[in-house]
């Protein structure tokens, strides 16, 4: 297998693109011309790396006659990386740029990148030249075993211990108790996914980080590998620990979507019921002492409580019914079905 420079990007998030169909691109039989594997590489500001990213690619990927895309998708450059595109693009056939309007974020900038994609499998990977384009064929040979997601995993990452491995792998490891998934390494761009499963995945906020999560959801075979990380070339990291807040916030959210998205009445109807049963054996107790045994209840803390979680569990219960009638109209207006077939066979 070839080795090449190192490659890792970071990006950001914007507002997807509709996908373009294959009839379209390619006529009547959109098979005889689709590419073997497209590349999508989120770019925020890295002119530097990008000659030598689209060099190594291209030596891992010609030798093997593969009839590949790169999806470069600039996520409003401000370094020049933008003109560098627009002009490679017309020099190099497998380049493809997609130039999004302002910044918007690696999540829309990956969305972007999936919805314009054409091949039968789609690596992501950054383009800083951290992650390495060598292990582009290791993960397509995995994901040939069957697999849906091949996730990397930089077992030697190359970056500060303090400020990026440890707040790493402390969210790793929560990710992993919290959404089922366990995988070491959950922010590595380096992945492999079939078609497929990409067209099934969502992407919103700053769900990227969560990807193997949500291919969990619709069903998808996940597993992992080591890959290659080298220590960052040119430019400065985009991330710190300011987007610990978001990750938590993030997880909260795959984390309802992945046991609650299609029976959201489930939690909010449960939370409900007990509210107002609390509230009601309160009100009871209070009741009690006021007509019976002739105490005032007036100054009473627990009356206040009682009160609010009474009122607490109507609106939790009216909340579920609005969330149950929110998911019908999200999945029947979308005729989005809430299964996924993994094969017919007749």
Excluded at 61 to 88: A, F, M
Excluded at 105 to 133: S, V
Aim: glycine content about 8%; charged content about 20%.
């Amino acid at each position: 297998m070839s080795t090449t420079a190192d490659v890792r990007s970071s990006s950001s998030n914007s507002a997807s693109q509709p996908t373009l169909s294959l009839e379209k691109a390619y006529g009547d039989d959109p098979e005889l011309s689709r590419p073997d594997v497209s590349i999508v590489v989120p770019i925020h500001n890295e002119i530097e790396s990008l000659p030598h990213l689209l060099d190594a690619i291209a030596t891992v990927l010609n030798p093997q006659h593969l009839n590949y895309e790169l999806i470069c998708v600039d996520d409003g450059s401000r370094d020049g990386s933008t003109e560098w595109l627009r002009e490679k693009a017309q020099q190099h056939p497998p380049l493809k740029a997609i130039i999004l309007r302002r910044n918007y974020g690696q999540t829309a900038a990956m969305a972007a990148g999936f919805n314009h994609a054409k091949g039968r499998t789609i690596i992501t990977m950054d383009g800083d030249l951290q992650n390495d384009p060598g292990d582009i064929l290791t993960l397509m040979s995995k994901l040939d075993e069957g697999y849906d997601l091949v996730s990397g995993w930089r077992k030697d990452r190359q970056d500060a211990k303090l400020t990026r491995l440890l707040p790493s792998r402390i969210a790793n490891w929560l990710i992993s108790r919290v959404t089922g998934v366990s995988l070491h390494d959950y922010g590595c761009s380096l992945k492999a996914y079939s078609a497929e499963l990409a067209a099934d995945l969502n992407l919103y906020g700053e769900l990227h980080r969560f990807l193997p999560a949500l291919a969990a959801i619709e069903g998808g075979r996940i597993t992992e590998i080591p890959v290659r990380h080298h220590a960052r070339r040119y430019g400065t990291s985009k991330y710190g620990l300011d987007r610990t807040f978001r990750v938590v916030m993030d997880l909260m959210t795959v984390s309802f979507i992945k046991t609650f998205l299609t029976r959201p009445m489930h939690v909010f109807g449960f939370l409900g019921v007990m509210s107002l049963l609390l509230g009601t054996l309160l009100g009871g107790y209070l009741s009690f002492v006021k007509f019976f045994m002739g105490q005032s209840i007036g100054d009473r803390p627990l009356l206040i409580l009682a009160v609010v979680l009474f009122l607490a569990g109507v609106q939790l219960f009216c909340f579920g019914l609005l969330a149950e009638l929110l998911m019908r109209t999200y999945h029947e207006s979308q005729g989005r079905p809430i299964y996924r077939v993994r094969e017919r066979i007749d």
